[in-house]
């Protein structure tokens, strides 16, 4: 059974930083590991998607990557924002097209 | 992107009673939607994959006669909680998947609908 899990749980940053988000899976066949952001109460927005094949994708201030033999990913965001505070959840898409989640991080960034 | 809608947003009722949420996409169709709940600092748990046409796929432990989904149309699916428990109370989130060409495909998330059981 596929078990994602995400370190921090929490992380409280002063506005400017970068940091990284980590994400790690059991099972490293997987179709594509995708990152997405959740407002408290909101549902989800898909950030970046990298396909099994990739290694990393790039969107604006966001860079995830993908070590899918290590069972990794890592999202990293620079120069953090307030308004970058959400949820961050990454999910590993395995066969039929189903979804497994991490529990994500709640990042705060501070002005 | 594609837009998937949820309704209602949010709703409270009674315990013992039944709540109906429809999932739409709004501008394109998907054969294939999908039913997850999140609890409180939790993350998302699928419950099922809803198809056109015929029988949704429950996860382990998702009670099929007490979570009805029905997906009549490529545009509509429904989640129906039935006998509402407080321990039902969640926030029910679905998403629609698309096929592009070559294959690949993307899921797109409603926003997701917010019960109360009293």
């Known amino acids: 059974k596929q078990e994602v899990t995400q370190i921090p749980a929490a992380l409280s940053v002063p506005e400017g930083e970068n940091l990284v988000l980590n994400c790690s899976f059991t099972d490293s066949a997987i179709y594509n590991l995708q990152w997405f952001r959740q407002d408290p109460g909101k549902g989800l927005t898909s950030l970046l998607l990298?396909?099994?094949?990739?290694r990393e994708q790039t969107s604006g201030r966001l860079n995830a990557s993908l070590d899918k033999s290590s069972g990794r990913s890592t999202l990293y965001i620079a120069a953090s924002q307030p308004g970058d505070s959400a949820t961050y959840l990454c999910?590993?898409?395995?066969?039929?097209?189903?979804?497994?989640f991490g529990e994500g991080t709640q990042l705060t960034v501070n002005p | 992107g594609a837009v998937v809608s949820q309704h209602p947003s949010r709703v409270i009722c009674k315990s013992g009673t039944s709540v109906k949420i429809e999932c739409r996409s709004l501008d394109f169709q998907a054969t294939t939607m999908f039913w997850y709940r999140q609890f409180p600092k939790q993350s998302l748990m699928l419950m099922a994959t809803s198809n056109e046409g015929s029988k949704a796929t429950y996860e382990q432990g998702v009670e099929k006669d007490k979570f009805l989904i029905n997906h009549a149309s490529l545009t509509l699916s429904t989640l129906t909680v039935t006998s509402a428990h407080p321990e039902d109370s969640s926030f029910y989130i679905c998403?629609?998947?698309?096929?592009?060409?070559?294959?690949?495909?993307?899921?797109?998330f409603g926003p997701g609908t917010r019960l109360l059981v009293l």
């Open positions: 990298i396909q099994s094949s990739q």
């Open positions: 998403s629609a998947r698309v096929l592009h060409l070559a294959g690949a495909e993307t899921q797109y």
């Open positions: 999910a590993v898409e395995t066969s039929g097209s189903r979804l497994t």
